[in-house]
């Protein structure tokens, strides 16, 4: 049987590198997201996969999406919002989206897929998309931060309260990935782009299928042992090269 995957933020350009991987070692797989952008409903249908719309906000959205799938048996929570500001100058806005987002919707998303799965009694793979900042203060960053570090916190959280219902919860925490966020900052930030491998000890930026085999093999027989665990996918950047 096959297994089937669900990837919350599907739509951006990590989530579906995940989709694309878990696809071609022949998983079925789920897409979620607020929207779909035109062009990937081609690659969708490619790889077999179908989409959904949810907003990770909304518990009611979420139950209903989740409530709706087949039996899950990986779950990726990928979804996250990205607003930079200084300290000063962070509005309350922002920084309620982005923990509402990457933080809140995580809860919410995991929360009903980890009651699917503890029902089922047959286990299963949780998987959130964290970030190395998740453990760094990062100028410009404080919210995101601050959410992603709250995130990591639920997943290690889950991983302790889920392991005797046979599920597995681990973070993968992406460095500067060359997708997403950061590729549209690397575009019209040039003082960004111009440091960005700088501090990176292996010279290079991440890209989004790096990402995706990372967080495949956390959902693999491979690491069967691994819970509670975040995988750093940075390159070296949380070492501060100077």
């Known amino acids: 049987m096959k297994r089937h995957v669900v990837i919350t933020g599907g739509g951006g350009e990590i989530g579906f590198a995940m989709a694309r ?4 070692a022949g998983a079925a ?13 081609p690659e969708v249908e490619a790889i077999g996969a179908t989409f959904r719309q949810v907003d990770v906000t909304d518990a009611d959205s979420v ?13 990726v929570a990928n979804a996250g919002v990205h607003r930079g500001a200084r300290f000063l100058d962070l509005s309350p806005e922002a920084w309620r989206l982005m923990f509402d987002v990457n933080a809140g919707g995580v809860f919410l998303f995991c929360q009903a897929v980890a009651r699917r799965m503890v029902r089922r009694a047959r286990g299963g793979n949780i ?6 900042v998740q453990d760094v203060p990062h100028v410009d960053n404080t919210a995101y931060c601050a959410s992603k570090a709250a995130a990591a916190m639920v997943a290690r959280c889950m991983a302790l309260e889920l392991a005797e219902h046979g599920i597995r919860v681990n973070v993968v925490a992406p460095g500067i990935v060359n997708a997403g966020m950061a590729a549209r ?3 019209i930030d040039p ?3 111009a440091t960005a491998t700088q501090g990176i000890p292996l010279g290079r930026l991440q890209t989004a299928e790096q ?3 990372a967080t495949a093999f956390l959902c693999s027989d491979e690491a069967e ?3 509670g665990m975040t995988m750093l996918v940075d390159g070296g950047l949380s070492l501060f090269k100077r």
């Open 21 to 24: 991987e878990f696809a071609a």
């Open 29 to 41: 797989v789920t897409l979620l997201d607020k929207v779909l952008p035109s062009e990937l409903n």
């Open 63 to 75: 139950n209903a999406v989740v409530g709706g799938l087949d039996e899950i048996d990986v779950a």
């Open 127 to 132: 998987v959130v998309t964290g970030s190395w």
């Open 185 to 187: 900052q690397l575009k």
């Open 191 to 193: 003082v960004f782009a």
């Open 211 to 213: 990402v995706a085999r």
């Open 225 to 227: 042992s691994i819970t």
